[in-house]
């Protein structure tokens, strides 16, 4: 981030960027290359939500190339699904590319959190007897709250049979149309850094973002053109994100990378012994990935399960703990609730410094904040 800041460039065309282009085009093949595509295409955009926001548009120039000259006023009322544990960005952008989140159409999960294909099945039917035209499925590997994965073959066979655009996150089916990657998340590169990776490789980006600006993209350059990648993002100004990945990918190999994520595991693990072993300590789901999810209950409503203002009361627990915590300057952890789950605290360690002393900290600070509440 000093680096980019320093060179305050951006990666629109070759000339201005000449290694950070690059450098951009050589990890976004690699990221691919992960997912498991031989070719494709992508950019680096700020953040998730907006490659979610790509990857809705893109979907829809797919489908109805018009629509980027005459805009939505004559396609057909448009549906997009995701989980009832989806990301909202996806509601955002519904209201962002006008096709409003009316359409927008939540799939029941079921206990854990995870998409029931059946009812995917059940809402495309019911969208389609409704005279819409279903375009779009977004699934979640790792929801933001219980950090469950959807049963991403199964969702993509149904996409395959109704001719949907399937965005997911890695690991991805071959089969999926666009993948969102966040390394600022698991793989702890700075913020931001978000990469839109799509399987098409036929230039449907640049068709249906570019408008070919003069001042920037001449076609007529002593250059090999199709470097100048800009004109592929909404955006014209961007961050040079992919020199961070880059140079950690560089730093540490693919190797440390992979640690970096066993660590995570490790740690969530570790707490999981903790929580199970700890008094007063309850956990929400048995977790899937590094999303753990418990209560702290204090003494005082130890063994009231059974009372009706038990769950009330308990619901006010993390909310004041965590005032005590911000107050005292201690630390800071999330909480919320989820359905008809009162509060509940949620950990995701992610940063590969964290220790288990670290851990057994956070555990006993609860602990001791919320001893007499």
């Known amino acids: 981030r000093f680096l980019t800041e320093t060179l305050n460039t951006s990666p629109y065309t070759y000339e201005v960027a000449p290694v950070l282009v690059l450098m951009e085009e050589q990890v976004l093949s690699k990221l691919r290359e992960l ?34 000259s005459r805009g939505n006023w004559d396609l057909p009322r448009l549906g997009l699904f995701a989980s009832q544990e989806s990301h909202y960005s996806i509601l ?30 059940k809402e495309i039917q019911r969208v389609k007897a409704e005279g819409s035209e279903p375009l779009f499925v977004c699934a979640t590997s790792g929801t933001t709250v219980l950090g469950t994965f959807d ?33 600022h998340k698991l793989l702890m590169v700075g913020l931001q850094c978000s990469a839109f990776l799509l399987r098409d490789s036929s230039g449907l980006l640049q068709r249906c973002h570019g408008v070919g600006a003069s001042y920037l993209f001449q076609r007529d350059k002593f250059y090999d053109v199709s470097l100048d990648t ?119 360690i992610t940063n590969p410094a964290v220790t288990r002393q670290d851990l057994d900290f956070f ?3 609860i602990q001791e904040l919320g001893w007499d509440l």
């Not at 595509?37 to 790509?54: K, Q, T, Y």
């Not at 395959?160 to 993948?179: E, Q």
Request: with cysteine; glycine share 10%; aromatic share 10%.
């Open 35 to 68: 997912v498991g595509w031989s070719s494709g295409d992508g950019i680096f955009a700020p953040g998730g939500s907006m490659s979610n926001m790509l990857a809705m548009n893109v979907a829809r120039f797919q489908r109805f190339p018009e629509s980027r």
């Open 92 to 121: 955002k952008g519904a209201a962002l590319l006008g096709i409003g989140t009316d359409n927008v159409h939540l799939v029941r999960t079921d206990e854990r959190g995870k998409m029931i294909p059946e009812e995917l099945e």
């Open 151 to 183: 049963p991403l073959d199964a969702i993509a066979d149904i996409c395959a049979r109704h001719g949907l655009w399937l965005c997911v996150p890695p690991p991805a089916p071959k089969k999926a149309d666009s993948v969102t990657w966040n390394p």
């Open 230 to 348: 800009g004109d592929k993002s909404p955006q014209c100004g961007r961050r040079a994100d992919g020199l961070k990945l880059w140079i950690l990918w560089k730093a540490v190999g693919t190797r440390g990378l992979g640690q970096r994520v066993e660590r995570a595991f490790a740690a969530t693990r570790y707490l999981l012994e903790q929580v199970k072993r700890r008094e007063g300590f309850q956990l929400v789901t048995e977790p899937e990935f590094i999303n753990l999810c418990f209560w702290f209950i204090p003494p005082s409503l130890r063994g009231q399960e059974s009372s009706p203002e038990f769950w009330d009361k308990l619901g006010k627990v993390a909310p004041a703990i965590k005032e005590k915590m911000i107050r005292r300057g201690s630390m800071m952890v999330g909480y919320q609730p989820h359905g008809s789950r009162v509060n509940f605290f949620r950990q995701i």
């Open 363 to 365: 555990l006993d600070e």
